[in-house]
């Protein structure tokens, strides 16, 4: 972003300046000068109310060629935030920007914020801005969430029957609606409360976040999300034994050279260590900055390999699981069915709800003779299901092992798809899921 601090007034005359900024500021600048706002710019506060007497931040966020912010200047209850808008001789290409600029210390009152362009005072957009003592504190778990995060809103203050009435997220802006009172006489007296709003996984940027009642507006906090692509993925995504693959890991390094020294595969680990000398900290940036780093695998035994990513001290960088199908294609894994022991044994499960809700369970491999399942929540686990070699001892049979974190209803059926032979266990509804070690499960050896 291009700045230009001092523009002598005296060296433009009038006629010449508004063809200046005709040619040169950039498109978002180059609306009508009657307009109330220009919707390309956003002014926001960091944290409201804000607290007499101290010093706040307002946050710009806009698209253009040239921009920068000059001394906030007040006039009673109204402020007005200059932008610098002219750009040089030739404007570079525009870009989104986000700037911010200290606020405060302020008396208490509503105040009315203006960002204005600096030569003639066209509003680009406005705000308001509260200055009081606080009635709740807010937060956000975790303190800097990725677009990968599950954001939750934290709430906390004093109040007589608090809930959380409505939840609405838009565009760059969330409204969660509370519910201080009681709806019986006499009320309980007031007292601490703290709740959270699950907001889910947001895109990535600036976020207001609004906490208000039916009548007024309680509270504001700025959430920024940080954009983090996918640690890993692979190619092709479900390689089989016939083949090799590419390990695709997206690393917050700056990278000087080449950084794969050395791919090895032990057991069903599959391990990349990475030079040190190749991975350069980027220097501090409003969000990270990554770069792809690939790794060949021949091709490997049918089951579920853990990638690594190691960096030169054995730190894991990034790691996920691939599932290397049987050549043959006896089980094929999709997001409800599990394949185990090289694709041999396919697994699924379904279940069921005290108010008759069915579905099926959705996959997560674990290694090449376990895996799990999740029902409603992808990070909550419900089910553990293990089938084991046990060919070569005395009991000459497959093994199923399981074990569930439920009280739901549950039907899990483990088939060998060499002999088509289906073993099935249940879960009956509203008791606690009993671990299940079957050491007779399948007498179908080898």
């Not at 799990?372 to 299901?385: G, I, K, Q, T, Y």
């Amino acid at each position: 972003m291009s700045r230009h601090r001092h523009r002598p007034e005296h060296v433009l005359e009038p006629t010449i300046l508004a063809l200046s900024l005709a040619l040169l500021v950039a498109p978002a600048l180059s609306r009508p000068a009657h307009a109330e706002t220009i919707p390309d710019f956003r002014i926001f506060a960091a944290v409201q109310p804000l607290p007499p007497g101290e010093v706040g931040t307002l946050v710009v966020t806009g698209y253009g060629s040239c921009g920068e912010l000059l001394p906030i200047e007040i006039d009673g209850d109204h402020l007005r935030l200059p932008v610098v808008t002219i750009c040089p001789l030739i404007p570079p290409d525009p870009i989104p920007f986000r700037l911010e600029t200290s606020v405060g210390p302020l008396d208490e009152g509503v105040y009315t914020v203006d960002l204005v362009t600096d030569f003639d005072g066209t509003v680009l957009a406005t705000t308001q801005l509260v200055v009081a003592q606080p009635t709740l504190d807010l937060g956000v778990v975790p303190p800097e969430p990725t677009t990968r995060d599950r954001v939750t809103f934290m709430i906390a203050g004093t109040a007589e029957c608090p809930q959380i009435r409505q939840v609405e997220i838009g565009a760059g802006r969330i409204d969660i609606e509370l519910g201080l009172g009681c709806p019986f006489t006499p009320p309980p007296p007031p007292h601490p409360f703290v709740l959270a709003s699950q907001l889910g996984r947001l895109s990535s940027g600036d976020h207001e976040v609004v906490v208000h009642d039916a009548s007024e507006v309680l509270g504001s906090s700025l959430v920024t999300v940080l954009d983090v692509p996918p640690v890993m993925t692979f190619e092709p995504p479900e390689p089989t034994e016939a083949e090799g693959f590419t390990a695709i890991a997206a690393l917050p390094f700056v990278l000087a050279c080449d950084p794969v020294r050395e791919v090895t595969v032990g057991g069903f680990v599959a391990t990349v260590r990475l030079d040190d000398a190749c991975l350069l900290v980027p220097p501090g940036q409003p969000a990270p900055t990554f770069s792809t780093v690939e790794a060949s695998f021949p091709a490997l035994p049918a089951g579920t390999y853990r990638v690594r990513f190691l960096d030169g001290q054995d730190r894991v960088l990034a790691q996920a699981p691939v599932t290397v199908r049987s050549a043959s294609g006896a089980c094929i894994p999709t997001e409800t069915t599990l394949c185990l022991q090289g694709d041999r044994f396919r697994v699924r499960a379904m279940w069921e709800t005290s108010n008759g809700v069915i579905g099926p369970a959705h996959t997560q491999p674990r290694t090449a003779d376990s895996g799990a399942f999740s029902f409603f929540d992808p990070d909550n686990v419900e089910l553990v299901v293990k089938v084991l070699d046990a060919c070569n001892t005395s009991f000459h049979s497959y093994w199923v092992f399981t074990a569930g974190l439920t009280n739901v209803a549950v039907n899990l059926e483990v088939t060998d798809t060499l002999n088509e032979v289906t073993w099935t266990a249940s879960n009956p509804q509203g008791h606690d899921f009993t671990p299940i070690l079957d050491t007779r499960a399948f007498a179908t050896c080898p």
